[in-house]
């Protein structure tokens, strides 16, 4: 198999270990396709130069990745601005062709939580228990004990910090701000490659992600009062 992706480490991290819901949901998708766009800048089929969207058809072996960069080398030398918010409608069927590739190569199984007959949501658990051991270890090296990151962990940190799971991982409040200031101060290092198109990405992502929270709160505090 493989090695996973930063994208699938990241749904498998964000997936709660008991009762095997996907945290921060109302933005899991968003995160996800920066995810992805940062995996498809790591393999060499995607750059982002001068805003500029520069795409290369390489086939990445794997159907998410490989559904995301047909798109962008459709639109080679358009604004990256203008190809996310195209990006707008096909968020949430990326994040679902995730989950069903992660049940295919047998990495999480699905289960259906049902009330009074009604579907509730699905719980996904992982096949191998011990799967994210190693990688629970390397994010405690970085994020406790001070270790500097390779390049891939440092960007699946960042994610983790999008979606504010990270101090779920730690026992006691000594440890979640020791790793809450950890990432934070990674967050401030400029990338020795791919500068460009990380910082466009995690940008343009943050943006959405802040957009997407505010609409939230505006609905929720319409609906009660």
């Not at 990256?80 to 707008?88: A, C, G, K, T």
């Not at 970085?142 to 994610?159: A, M, Q, S």
Request: charged fraction near 25%.
């Amino acid at each position: 198999m493989e090695p996973l992706k930063i994208k699938d480490l990241l749904i498998l991290l964000i997936i709660h270990p008991q009762n095997g819901r996907v945290r921060s949901r109302n933005i899991a998708d968003s995160v996800l396709v920066a995810a992805a766009l940062i995996d498809l800048v790591l393999l060499g089929c995607l750059r982002i130069n001068n805003g500029k969207i520069e795409a290369t058809g390489n086939d990445t072996g794997d159907p998410v990745l490989n559904n995301l960069l047909e798109m962008f080398v459709k639109n080679n030398g358009k604004s990256f601005h203008w190809m996310v918010n195209r990006l707008s409608k096909s968020r949430i069927k990326i994040y679902r062709m995730q989950l069903e590739h992660l049940i295919k190569i047998r990495i999480i199984t699905a289960e259906q939580a049902y009330f009074l007959g009604m579907t509730l949501f699905n719980r996904y658990r992982l096949t191998r228990s011990d799967s994210l051991k190693p990688v629970f270890i390397a994010l405690e090296r970085v994020l406790i004990y001070g270790r500097k990151p390779n390049l891939e962990l440092r960007l699946l940190i960042e994610f983790l910090r999008m979606t504010n799971v990270i101090k779920s991982f730690y026992p006691g409040q000594e440890y979640k701000m020791i790793a809450k200031k950890r990432s934070y101060e990674l967050s401030k290092i400029k990338f020795e490659v791919y500068n460009e198109s990380f910082q466009i990405i995690f940008k343009t992502f943050k943006r959405i992600i802040r957009m997407n929270q505010f609409s939230e709160n505006l609905h929720f505090n319409i609906i009660t009062h």
